[in-house]
């Protein structure tokens, strides 16, 4: 079962970068399309950037314009390069493939906490 680990979350005053990193234990090309994905305390977890193997990426518009999708194929890594933050952008941020997978829900990992302070 492929495992992902995201890391690289931290505390960041708005207007800052950060850049998560999200590694997992198989091979990233198992899945056609990588995501992130984040959820704010009382709120629905929800899809923020996409990449294809072919590293195509979409975005959510909340977010077009600050952060950037990318993925290295060799290190079986995804990462979420984000500027320009905002508080709202406080959120746990998670990796998996999208869709996700709901018959193997433990392919979720931790999450990696971003907090925007104003």
């Known amino acids: 079962q492929v495992q992902l680990v995201e890391s690289g979350g931290g505390l960041v005053q708005a207007g800052g970068s950060l850049r998560l990193s999200c590694a997992a234990s198989?091979?990233?090309?198992?899945?056609?399309?990588m995501g992130w994905y984040r959820q704010a305390p009382g709120k629905q977890r929800e899809l923020v950037a996409t990449?294809?193997?072919?590293?195509?990426?979409a975005y959510v518009d909340s977010v077009k314009g600050r952060f950037t999708i990318s993925r290295d194929n060799a290190k079986n890594t995804v990462y979420l390069q984000m500027n320009s933050l905002k508080p709202e952008d406080t959120a746990v941020y998670y990796c998996?493939?999208?869709?996700?997978?709901?018959?193997?829900?433990?392919?979720w990992g931790q999450g990696t906490q971003v907090t925007v302070s104003s």
């Open positions: 998996n493939a999208f869709p996700p997978p709901l018959r193997f829900p433990e392919v």
């Open positions: 990449i294809r193997r072919d590293s195509n990426t």
């Open positions: 198989g091979s990233i090309l198992s899945f056609s399309i």
